[in-house]
């Protein structure tokens, strides 16, 4: 066997006796809106047809649940409904017959957002719409009964293999704990018992698809929950699932439900799989592992320290459904990473079960709707603006064709995103800007840099038309004192151009606020690029692995000693428009640092003496020594109007265009829509 020289494990393929996975690299299972979208399953077959394409040894689907009362949408518990996947798994096997193609059976158990859902107990989840009937017998055995129809009917619908969610909160997760199994039959009480159905679900789908069939069983081997499983009860879990028939074992690290985040851009690149290292020394069967796995030399690491034998990688999959075969071919630097933000996929499936997609990728999801076509009439194309926008609209019209010379001001690429950069867990960041650069070179796009462009240089060009993508201009308050110098915006306080004091008061607390206070609260390295100080800013211990990894363990905020506080003038929650999966994240650490947030506030003056302001209409001097203005942002136009003037032809995009609640996943996919058209 040839072994491939940088990567020798990611791309070794892996026996499994009956059948072999031709590499270590998995597509981890993503719900996408896709199940439940008009033409779906066509959809859904483009979408993972593009991904094995890619390279991927193996795939698994979203969760698709067995019955009605395990999910709110699509199911698979019939013949009828079995016909309809094969369209994905034909697709996908006709691509390469070697990708293995495994659907995932979700049970969701007290999260599904249906009346009809079902618990072992009737215990209300935090994040749950309703609460749950509890299982009598009759429904415990047709649980059993569904799971094993619908592996059975995966299989005939050409799936390789089934993976069975026993994580997260789901169904069978909810087993396992004592805190949602209250029961004292057979089901529940020791943890024999709450294990029992987990056990039997695994039995019984292993009867029901035969020996050669990959099943897969997906862990918590740390679900982060004060009171969760310990130690040995996973082992013991692991252990008797192998004995049931699973052949793989995947590590999850969650419930929903958990206060840890897991898979944020916060969260260290394999932060979790030493924990998957430990459980594999006890156990026989190969094991998976996942969570901030996004580039290959991140899972070629993985692999080397021993800590699985395939290696997930989900949302890397929606960012660049070419990852691995880029990888394969020495193209790393051409690899669109998943920047962790959850902004298009999991915030999307979480707020209220929207399509997914992707912030840097937004053809994920949408392979039949978005294509890059080469042009049959090539245009010259003046792009002004390298930020997010710029650099999306320029590199895809490059890539169909056009010529175009992109211009900007500042001396490097990338806007704003230079700015989010420097924020403390938000280095992913840069490999945007690594992958647009590489982007530019390779499609050939003429950049400027340090050329402030005006219309009549664009008029003096002979170009077809002028993309004008210029961005924003921080708004700046109407408010007496605003010239004050303890008056800072928020590009010299990240840029670090003006001193911040120790006493600060940050007005306007949305995105950029959230941000601002994150990069001046905080001490020491970034937990974002180092393990341990992750640990300790969110309690877990790793090596004594309590209950739930965290049971016990006290969270430690490093600070940098400021009194800072955040604030807005609407009566909403602090921090209400953040990310439906990751606000409560920054809204955690920065409580815990000390930040306060204060809402209601009606902005008076600044002077020497602070900021004065009416708080619910009383009065309250804010006594501080600096004030950031981080109070949004309004459009940057003043190109587009010259050139309206001069009568060239224009087309705004991303911040230039519209402003207002802009964020990166807007300029960017307004921008691939546009330059797909041109
Ligand atoms: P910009 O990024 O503002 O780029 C405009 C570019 O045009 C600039 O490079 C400028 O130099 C150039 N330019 C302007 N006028 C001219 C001219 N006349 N000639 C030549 N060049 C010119 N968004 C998210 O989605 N997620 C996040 O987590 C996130 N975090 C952020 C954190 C911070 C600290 C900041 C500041 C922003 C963050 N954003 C985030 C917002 C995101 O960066 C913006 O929405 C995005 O950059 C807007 O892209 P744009 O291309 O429209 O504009
Ligand atoms: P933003 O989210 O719209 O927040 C602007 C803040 O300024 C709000 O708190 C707003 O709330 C306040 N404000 C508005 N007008 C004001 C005025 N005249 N005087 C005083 N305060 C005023 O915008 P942003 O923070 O500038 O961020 C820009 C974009 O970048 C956002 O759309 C955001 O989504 C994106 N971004 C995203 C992230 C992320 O992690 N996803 C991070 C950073 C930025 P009140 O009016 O209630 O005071
Ligand atoms: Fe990754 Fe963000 Fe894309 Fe989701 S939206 S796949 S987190 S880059």
Known sequence: MNLHSRYPLLFSPLDLGFTQIKNRALMGSMHTGLEEAENGFARMAAYFAERARGGVGMIITGGIPPNEEGGFGAKLSTSEEAEQHRTITAAVHAVDPDVKIC?????????????????????????????????????????????????????????????????????????????????????????ENRMRFVVEVVRRVRAAVGPNFIVIFRIAAMDMLDGGMAWDEVVTLAQAVEAAGATIISTHFCWHEAPVPTIATMVPRAAFTQVTGRLRKVLKVPLITSNRINMPDTAETVLARGDADIVSMARPMLADPELVRKAFEGREDEINTCIACNQACLDHTFGGYKQVSCLVNPRACRETLLNYETTARPK?????????????????????????????????????????????????????????????????????LNTRVDAALLASEDFDEVIVATGIEPRQPALEGIKHPKVVSYI?????????????????????????????????????LDSAVFAREWGIDFENHPRGGVTGVQPQAATSGRTITLLQRKTDPVGKSLGRTTGWTHRLTLSRRGVRMVNGVEYLKVDDAGLHTLVNSEPKLFEVDTVIVCAGQLPLRTLFDDLQTQGVKATLVGGAFEASELDAKRAIEQACQLAAEV
């Open 103 to 191: 659907m995932q059976i979700l049970h969701m158990g007290s999260l599904a957002p249906n009346p009809a859902c079902v618990a072992p107990s009737a215990v209300k989840s935090r994040i749950g719409a309703f609460k749950p009937s509890e299982l009598n017998e009759e429904g415990i055995e047709k649980q059993l009964l569904d799971f094993a129809n619908c592996a059975a009917l995966a299989q005939q619908a050409g799936y390789d293999g089934v993976e069975i969610i026993g994580s997260a909160g789901y169904l069978l997760s909810t087993f396992l704990v004592a805190k949602t199994n209250l029961r004292t039959d057979q089901w529940g009480g020791s943890f």
């Open 380 to 448: 010259r194309l003046a792009v002004v603006g390298a930020g997010p926008a710029g650099l999306a609209y320029a590199t895809v019209a490059a890539q169909r064709g056009h010529q175009v010379t992109l211009f900007d001001a500042a001396s490097e690429i990338g806007g704003q995103f230079n700015l989010a950069k420097r924020i403390p867990g938000k280095e992913e960041f840069y490999e945007t800007l690594r992958y647009y650069q590489r982007m530019i070179a390779k499609h050939g796009v003429a950049l400027h």
């Open 492 to 528: 010299d306080a990240i840029l670090g151009r003006k001193p911040i004091g120790e006493r600060v008061a940050i007005m306007g607390a949305g995105g950029i606020g959230f941000d601002v206070a994150e990069l001046i609260s905080h001490a020491g390295p970034s937990a974002a």
